[in-house]
């Protein structure tokens, strides 16, 4: 069976395809959106799907106010009832966690438990939000919210009247032009945060594995040794595992 999975983050939202009961997407487009022109935005930048047949469709989405809207657009364009992602549904994971937390963390979790399965697991998402995620054999046992890296540039930049910049890492911490000490700032701070909180969570489980994953993984996974493993769409390959339960 072919499943249509959709993750729709805090400001982008990704679409891929898979065969069901896989762990390899194909991704189909990625593009922001603005939440007041949600259902807009998604309408004019949904990828063209002509010509493939999906069976099933698997839906991440943060926000509740936007389900009855992807139920009813999604039902009329492919003839499927999309399966939304939560704690309310079957899965392959016990959650150890009270109200709110997040469906992409869900999908996060599961992927991590069912392709690497490891004893003791940290997924870190950089995203709008980088989040820490806890797996402990099956259970997913909490974790952090922190700023993301964008999140933190946009934030400093609109409450300074420091200029704009386009994020790497420079090629030493301390520098003397304003440009390079936004960037080593920002990516320093996260980077050094990332270590020390890994080196912490480490003291009480002996072998964590860490994968990183979302918009910034890639960046900062290249600047250390802390993480084991960078796995762009995680989040994908969670809802179609989900999908195959």
């Known amino acids: 069976m072919n499943n249509l999975l959709i993750d729709i983050g ?20 990625r593009f922001s959106y ?21 069976n099933q469709i698997g839906i991440s989405v943060l926000s509740n106010d936007n389900k009855k809207f992807l139920k009813e657009y999604f039902k009329t364009k492919y003839k499927i009832t ?27 979790a599961v992927a991590a438990y069912l392709i690497y399965g490891r004893k003791d697991m940290l997924v870190i998402d950089f995203g709008t939000a980088t989040t820490y995620t806890l797996i402990n054999g099956n259970i997913l046992n909490g974790g952090l919210i922190a700023p993301g890296i964008k999140t933190s540039l946009s934030s400093l930049i609109y ?15 301390i520098n003397t032009d304003t440009l390079n000490n936004i960037k080593a700032g920002v990516l320093f701070q996260s980077l050094f945060t990332v270590e020390r909180i ?12 860490v994968i990183s994953t979302g918009g ?30």
């Open 10 to 29: 805090n400001s982008d939202i990704k679409a891929a395809a898979s065969v069901s009961g896989t762990a390899e997407v194909k991704l189909l487009k």
């Open 216 to 245: 910034y993984s890639k960046l900062i996974s290249a600047k250390t040794k802390f993480i084991n493993k960078t796995d762009s769409h995680l989040v994908l390959k969670g809802i179609n595992l989900i999908l195959s339960q």
């Open 34 to 54: 603005s939440k007041n022109e949600f259902e807009k935005d998604l309408k004019k930048n949904f990828p063209d799907t002509t010509g493939r047949t999906f």
């Open 82 to 108: 999309p399966r939304f992602v939560s704690d309310e549904i079957e899965l392959p994971i016990r959650i150890n966690y009270s109200k709110g937390l997040g469906n992409d963390r869900i999908c996060n």
């Open 159 to 173: 409450n300074t009247s420091l200029p704009q910049v386009r994020l790497n890492f420079t090629k030493k911490l």
């Open 198 to 209: 890994i080196t912490e969570l480490r003291k009480k489980h002996k072998g964590l594995y």
